[in-house]
């Protein structure tokens, strides 16, 4: 899991727009590499943060779901966005959850008090604020970046690493074993509890 955020000002996000900066969904690969060199040039401060597949694991098994380790993480990249500073800053989220409130709540429970904060969740919030489309480009980049490390360490391309590609599910169902002990699979995601039950069941038919 990638996810970022980037603090600006008026005049950055107003050049950040003549830039193109958007959701990253909406840009080409190299478009959105060229962006992300930009906002790290140009940002007051951004901070991206990578959860690996053991601590989704860890937390999962604590009883945490995908929405409320995302609300952590989020809360830890405004925390280290806004320490030490005396402005008011507005911080909008792209919230994954169908109930933005409760999912407000729980990520204002980990937010270090500010009494010039104020912060605002919002579902499409990438596609409707330059400074949340810059953050998913940044944390598009690192993900992207992170992926193509795993590739190059393990001498096998998986895809995209999406439950969506064909590819990362191929990968999965024929090396599952082989790198199981490497770090690359969330054993709490569905569709590897799903691929692995399959085996078992075909191993208990053949037996």
């Not at 409320?68 to 030490?84: C, D, F, R, V, W």
């Not at 919230?95 to 407000?104: I, L, Q, T």
Request: charged share 35%; glycine share 6%; net charge positive.
């Amino acid at each position: 899991m990638a996810l970022a955020g980037c603090l600006i000002n008026p005049e950055i996000e107003t050049e950040f727009k003549k830039l193109g900066v958007k959701d990253s969904k909406m840009l080409t690969p190299l478009k959105r590499e060229f962006l992300a060199k930009k906002i790290r040039e140009k940002a007051i401060s951004y901070h991206v943060c990578l959860v690996h597949p053991f601590e989704i694991d860890g937390r999962t098994k604590q009883g945490l779901n995908l929405n409320k380790i995302e609300a952590i993480k989020s809360a830890e990249i405004i925390n280290n966005l806004t320490k030490g500073q005396k402005r008011k800053i507005k911080v909008v989220i792209d919230c994954p959850s169908p109930n933005r409130e409760s999912w407000r709540a729980y990520v204002l429970q980990h937010i270090i008090k500010n009494k010039n904060l104020t912060v605002a969740c919002e579902h499409k919030a990438d596609r409707n604020h330059i400074a949340v489309g810059a953050a998913s480009i940044l944390a598009k980049s690192a993900r992207e970046k992170g992926v193509a490390k795993i590739k190059k360490k393990i001498g096998k391309d998986f895809g995209s690493g999406y439950t969506s590609d064909p590819r990362t599910i191929e990968f999965m169902k024929k090396y599952s074993k082989e790198h199981k002990k490497d770090g690359i699979f969330r054993e709490t995601w569905a569709t590897w509890k799903n691929n692995q039950k399959q085996k078992e069941q075909k191993k208990l038919g053949e037996f």
